[in-house]
């Protein structure tokens, strides 16, 4: 149904599932040391034998060095926290209007209505004389709020759901049968259904969104465990009589943290970019509650006027900056925290 | 009775349009008059003869079937293709259409009218199939009348024809209901071009009914054969009107094209009208337009002051004929019982809105009629109007002080908004910051005794769907508060559901103060009390009425209103038995209408905002009417090769 | 494999029957105010005639138990509230040919594009093809298409001196919406096949084939792209179904008479019949893909078998 949603959500589960493989033929093939190390020659060394026993190995600090070597990366996380903690700190400062403060004649009561970007209001104002500058900043706010929920929903119950489905044989089928159906009903009833009983806000949304949603992680957590789980190592551990919430806790997930991180990364700008679906078959957020979604829907009814064309740029240069850094961010992220790439 | 009768037939539309009918004693116009159109507009525009008339339509009709739908897109379509007994002509008056002539027996219950002889059905490719006779009227009211088919419109034939009703809910098995035979109902053909209705009430109204759908004619056999499937598709249906559909695609395209066998073709200017679907019209049908590629296209109100200030653009504005079809105005809520899915309290207890909002409190502050001056005095209608209108219109047009709209209905000349009884109402603008805060002082002062808290939360709704009441209400929030003070009322503005919006809300009391519409059914201003009367039960108990304020509980639960509210009922009870003296059953109307508003228990606002368009055509060549499907006829209008202007769309409307 | 196939038929089957049941349900819990254009001043009568004639009054396990009767004599009903009685499968039989071509078009367009794209990106890894196709590959994923594709259809047909909207009949005005539908497959094609491939680019055979003395080109398309694809095939089904299905933003704005939105419209109607029927076709189609797929991936990879992959897509 929506076409682009879904896409770019099976994108995300194919980006993740590709990533672990080739990592996983990555870690098999650098199962020998490099030629030198074969080939030169060494004297015996006791102290340097116990050496071999201690790694000054610490898993997150790898993570945050491989991280760092990604310049790109490392710009485009400023970018990103710049845009959070300003979205966070922006109506504190001085001179800010309230973004749903509709500015009017105090005699007349009407409104400065579409008036282009100037020193009162930076970004100009919509229909009803509300500040954009304001509003496309608590927009940002609300639309991060609701990425940031429904990625830790679909985190939360999709590696639960996702762990259950996969370790435990005998709800395969169960579970498998309810992804075939859930994964089937369009979405677009859900929404409908979830506008009709309750009111439209961005828990409404939220809820909306995070519905379906966790089925897609629990799928993906599912698949990965399958390939896992059976690992030597792993039959080794439970052959020691390793209880299965450790082999799990220990085992499994740490193997899967750079990919779940991967995945929460891109629910954000994907969640963002579903609020303007959402948004443009009318089931957005109330005006009250601004969001980015609802602001690039407002902008691109007036589009076809030139004068106007700023009440759509603005949100959209923002909702794209955002979308893109958590991209990149994600993606390097989920590169450095996979510890076959520490070296 | 006679006198009356004339007086109906100048109901006017356009308030320009008061002078001249008054003293016409002609019982019937005449047929053969010459539309006099305000045609010197057209100085400095050519006509296109016969030309393609091409526009973008983004909502798909669901169905052709003129006898079933109750949408205004759809009106629009049996309005072209099927001519009714009588229509209105550009300025608003009656005329004849099929039916040549009519009379009435004394008391004005059986009514007999006259067909046009020689009409013919025709089918999509244009061929005749068969003549327009009194039995396919007959035939369309039966289909009309049949539960099976559905009609959304059966309702406005039940209220006048005899038995129509009782045969539908006989036919449907409601309970208790007797099964009778279509020849009771008040329908008949007496011979071939006569036809006969026998009303069950008499109504001063009945012969603007017969501009309606449900009294459109359809071929018989046709109706037969097709049942349910008739008007699915352009050739499941035949035409007998100015156009015939000559090809329908859904969501692609409807052509219709002129019917040269119409008794009136020469009063057919357009040769053919080309409809295209685009679900994104709003969006880029200004850019169409600009581009030459369609003939007609609205304008958003954001677009329109940015294209009257462009050169190259502004002589393309101009806008839509004024249309009363719709008044709006503020309700207040008067019951705060939960109701049950029949909309009555029965077996029900609690509250209809969120005990958060403090219902009790609102009751006594809603039943104080200081209270709700003050609010019908602080609201800002223009601030909010303004918001649909753009900068470029006066949004001071839009506002009304009556609920029956200006230039609804008139008599002796005199439009029914400008009588004695509405002098004072219609004087100036009810928004008086000085006047709403006296209001409220006296008002704090009384509700404080009888221990209302303050400030009263007032609950205001709105369907999330409409984008510009969202806006508006928004902005009612922020200008009440500042007028009145947060220390006074405490404007809670709540997103109603998007689907059910009106079951859930209006209909079941989930509101304080809500903008509600009503569009007129006839051309009496008895439709216009509708949305506020209830009738009074053999129980003692009072009827729902048409769900909107359910102002009885004020009487039934003996609050402060109670008198009041009383006293407006029995005013339209006064009203309604005035069947004879049209003078005075207006005066009378006026009455309770002015009661009702001068004691606040509804504050008007507006009519719908007119639409700023880019047209080739001449809005004011076209039919009007204040209420049915004549104003989307085609029909008299002429295509011309330039845009109009805001200029000549004045000098039109000064015509 | 038969015997394979046959079971996951059938289960697909089994979910196909609660999928439909599910959303019967769901739709029997809208409020019937959406059945009405007009509720508000029709009678209780006329609202129970209104119910009656689209079978709504009988209770609803009645109501599924003659949709599944009816189904299987292939009947899925008639329209009300989309096209009022007019038989579902007809409208569809209207919509899905032209759906069908543009799809096909973007998917054709999308591959001619997507692929050498994405090879080059490949081949040439950091240089600036790379640089710039990602750039193009960011931009599509971030900025929302609604706001791209309307660009794309103000500035294109000035460009091309066409009508805004679509004309069957004028090779012109297909270019924009079918370029338009391509372009997220063209970026997602794209980045898929320049990531198998750079991931194959570093296997031993690459290596050794290198160490051959095999030229830089034989090596990029007789190995690694080959290997390469294979992994992209399995989605080649389902990507193109969903181009199919068409898209909401894209016809709505060249009035592309397609099913585009067409689900969304008919659920809004509270259209029943309707809503059944695009379900069932998408379910169906949505089944199918993934069948397709999986037996793609056998066939062009030998090392991949039936077996193993029960339910590890």
Known sequence: MSSLTDRYMRKVEKSAEQKLQEKMDALSQRTGMSESDMFSFADYDEAEAEKTGYSNYSYWRSTLNMFMKNKGAVVMLVVMLAIIVFAVIQPYLPGQMDPNLCNMDPLTYITDRNIPPNEKYWLGTNVIGQDLWARIWAGTRNSLIIGFSVAAVEAVVGIIVGVLWGYVRKLDFLFTEIYNVLDNIPNTIILILVAYIMTPSMGTLILAMSLTRWIGMARFIRNQILIIRDRDYNLASRCLGTPTWRLIVKNLLPYLVSVIMLRMALAIPSAIGSEVFITYIGLGLPLETPGLGQLIDDGRKVMMNAAQRYQLIYPTILLSIVTISFYIVGNAFSDAADPKNHR | MKKMLSLILCLAMARSMLTGCGGNEQTQPNPGNETNAPGDVSEGRTVVENGTYRVLYSGEVTTLNYLTTGTTNEFAIGANVIDTLLEYDNKGNLEASLATEWTYDDEAMTWTFKLREGQKWIDHTGAAVADVTAQ????????????????????????????????????????????????????????????????????????????????????????????????????????????????????????????????????????????????????????????????????????????????????????????????????????????????????????????????????????????????????????????????????????????????????????????????????????????????????????????????????????????????????????????????????IVVAGPSEGFLNKVRRSCDYMLLLSNWGADYADPETWTDPFYQPLNDDGTYGRGSRYSYMATAIMDKTAAADTVLEYFRLVDAARAITDDIAARYAAFAKAEAYLIDHALVVPYGTSVSDFVVTKLNPWEGQNAPFGVSNQRYKGQKLYKEFMSMTEYNAGATN | ????????????????????????????????????????????????????????????????????????????????????????????????????????????????????????????????????????????????????????????????????????????????????????????????????????????????????????????????????????????????????????????????????????????DNDNNMVQAIVLLYATVGVIGLLLGDIMMTVLDPRISFGTKEGGR
């Not at chain 2, 209220?159 to 098995?173: L, R, T």
């Not at chain 2, 008794?263 to 337009?289: H, L, P, S």
């Not at chain 3, 009947?75 to 040919?97: F, M």
């Not at chain 3, 063209?186 to 690459?206: F, G, P, Q, T």
């Open chain 3, 1 to 268: 494999m038969i015997k394979y196939l046959a079971k996951r038929i059938g289960r697909s089957l089994i979910t196909l029957v609660i999928i439909i049941s599910v959303v019967f349900l769901l739709m029997r819990m809208m409020p019937i105010e959406g059945y009405f254009p007009n509720f508000d001043k029709m009678t209780d009568a006329q609202i129970q005639a209104g119910l009656e004639a689209q079978g709504l009054l009988d209770p609803v396990p009645v109501q599924l138990g003659r949709f599944f009767v009816n189904l299987f004599h292939g009947d899925l009903g008639v329209s009300h509230g989309y096209r009022n009685n007019v038989p579902v499968t007809e409208i569809l039989a209207d919509k899905v040919p032209i759906s069908i071509q543009m799809g096909c078009l973007s998917i054709i367009v999308s591959l001619i594009l997507g692929i050498p794209l994405g090879t080059m990106m490949a081949r040439y890894k950091g240089k600036w093809v790379d640089k710039m196709g990602t750039l193009f590959i960011v931009f599509i994923q971030a900025v929302p298409a609604a706001v791209y594709y309307l660009m794309f259809q103000l500035y294109g047909t000035l460009l091309l001196d066409i009508p805004l909207l679509f004309d069957a009949a004028n090779w012109k005005s297909w270019i924009l919406p079918v370029f338009s539908m391509a372009l997220g497959n063209i970026a997602y094609y794209a980045m898929w096949l320049r990531r198998y491939m750079v991931d194959e680019s570093n296997k031993d055979y690459v290596r050794l084939a290198r160490a051959k003395g095999a030229s830089g080109n034989t090596i990029m398309f007789r190995h690694i792209f080959r290997n390469a694809f294979v992994p992209m095939v399995q989605y080649l089904p389902s990507s193109f179904l969903n181009t199919v299905i068409g898209s909401i933003y894209i016809e709505s704005l060249y009035s592309v008479p397609g099913m585009g939105g067409l689900l969304v419209q008919v659920i809004k």
């Open chain 2, 136 to 491: 396919d009227f007959v035939d369309a009211m039966k289909y009309v009348l049949t539960p099976e088919y559905a009609s959304s419109t059966a309702n406005l034939v039940f209220s006048v024809i005899k038995n129509a009703e009782a045969y539908y809910n006989g036919q449907a098995g409601v309970e208790g209901a007797d099964v009778i035979d279509f020849s009771e109902v008040g329908v008949k053909a007496v011979d071939e071009y006569t036809l006969q209705y026998t009303l069950s009430k008499e109504v001063p109204y009945f012969l603007s009914m017969m501009t309606y759908v449900c009294f459109m004619p359809a071929y018989g056999p046709q109706l037969d054969t097709l049942g349910a499937s008739f008007g699915t598709s352009a050739d499941t249906m035949y035409y007998c009107g100015a156009y015939y559909i000559s090809k329908f695609e859904p969501q692609v395209q409807m052509v219709m094209t002129k019917n040269v066998n119409n008794w009136d073709a020469d009063n057919v200017f357009i040769g053919t009208i080309q409809r295209t679907y685009n679900a994104e019209a709003g969006t880029i049908g200004a850019e169409m337009a600009k581009r030459d590629e369609i003939d007609y296209t609205s304008l958003d109100s954001d677009i329109v002051d940015a294209w009257l200030n462009d050169p190259a653009t502004k002589d393309m504005v101009s806008m839509e004929r004024p249309s009363i079809d719709y008044n709006y105005f503020y309700l207040f809520n008067f019951n705060m019982h939960k109701l049950n899915e029949n909309y009555t309290t029965e077996g029900m207890t609690g509250y209809s809105v969120d005990e958060k909002y403090e219902p009790e409190n609102w009751i006594l502050a809603v039943n104080n009629e200081n209270f709700r001056k003050s609010i019908k005095h602080a609201i800002s209608r223009v601030a909010t109007i303004a918001i649909t209108t753009g900068q470029s219109a006066d949004p001071h047009t839009y506002v009304q002080n009556t609920i029956t709209p200006e230039g609804f209905a008139a008599v002796n000349g005199v439009d029914y908004t400008a009588q004695d009884a509405f002098a004072d109402i219609m004087a100036k603008d009810f928004f008086d910051a000085e006047a709403a805060k006296s209001y409220k002082d006296a008002a704090m002062a009384e509700l404080k005794k009888e221990g209302a808290t303050f400030p009263v939360k007032v609950l205001v709704r709105y369907n999330p769907t409409d984008s510009d009441w969202e806006k508006a209400s928004t902005v009612l929030e922020q200008q009440l508060e500042d007028v009145l003070g947060k220390d006074y009322i405490d404007i």
